[in-house]
């Protein structure tokens, strides 16, 4: 279980740096207009992203 999720997080590490390789200056506009979201906007997202993520595993891993 341990090495899966350290596997996960090294995924997750790749997928983000591949963002930011390809597409610097976009990145610099999302993060500058998330800064001006509300804080339960954010929230809500990252929990909506988080469920998602939870379903997908679970499909994935039967």
Excluded: H, N, Y
């Amino acid at each position: 279980m341990s090495e899966d999720l350290l596997a996960a997080l090294c995924l997750v590490a790749v997928i983000e740096g591949l963002f930011l390789l390809a597409a610097a200056d976009a990145w610099k506009r999302i993060v500058a207009q998330m800064g001006e979201m509300p804080s339960g906007t954010l929230r809500l997202a990252g929990g909506i992203m988080a469920a998602m993520g939870l379903l997908a595993l679970q499909w994935v891993r039967g």
